[in-house]
């Protein structure tokens, strides 16, 4: 990074939970040279009651060192950028989402969404 001139990168680890702790383990001893950004945990999408739990994890990645959400992504199938769990059907102007993009306002931390071409599209 030093010879090409690059101050910090940022890592879109689409990343929860424990993959996500490793990520910032593995980017701790470099100071501010990494600033790694977390995905969001769509555990139970499908299901009633789906919110609060994410963005538990939400605050819990941020607190951990997220510091925006990324990637994410929608080419038309659902919300497939992340891990543990893809949101396949569930799209971004889902009332489902509403707490988890206002929770990222009130922390300021942006939200990358991929807009170029997959393998998945059709």
């Known amino acids: 990074m030093d010879s090409c001139g690059i101050e910090?990168?940022?890592i879109l680890?689409?990343?929860?939970?424990a993959k996500f702790d490793s990520i910032v383990h593995k980017y701790a001893g470099y100071g501010n040279r990494f600033e790694i950004w977390c995905g969001?945990?769509?555990?139970?999408?499908?299901?009633?009651?789906?919110?609060p739990a994410a963005v538990k994890e939400l605050e819990r990645?941020?607190?951990?060192?997220?510091r925006g959400v990324g990637e994410e992504?929608?080419?038309g199938f659902g919300l497939y950028y992340s891990?543990?769990?893809?949101?396949?059907g569930m799209h971004f102007d889902d009332p489902k989402m509403k707490l988890?993009?206002?929770?990222?306002?009130?922390?300021?931390?942006?939200?990358?969404?991929?807009?170029c071409r997959s393998y998945l599209d059709v």
Do not use: H, W
């Not at 969001?40 to 919110?51: E, L, R, W």
């Open 40 to 51: 969001f945990d769509y555990t139970g999408y499908d299901k009633p009651g789906f919110g």
């Open 13 to 17: 680890s689409c990343a929860t939970g």
């Open 73 to 75: 992504g929608d080419k």
């Open 8 to 10: 910090k990168t940022i």
């Open 100 to 115: 988890l993009f206002e929770k990222c306002a009130e922390l300021d931390m942006p939200v990358n969404i991929s807009c």
């Open 83 to 88: 891990e543990p769990v893809q949101a396949i």
């Open 61 to 66: 990645c941020y607190r951990m060192g997220a």
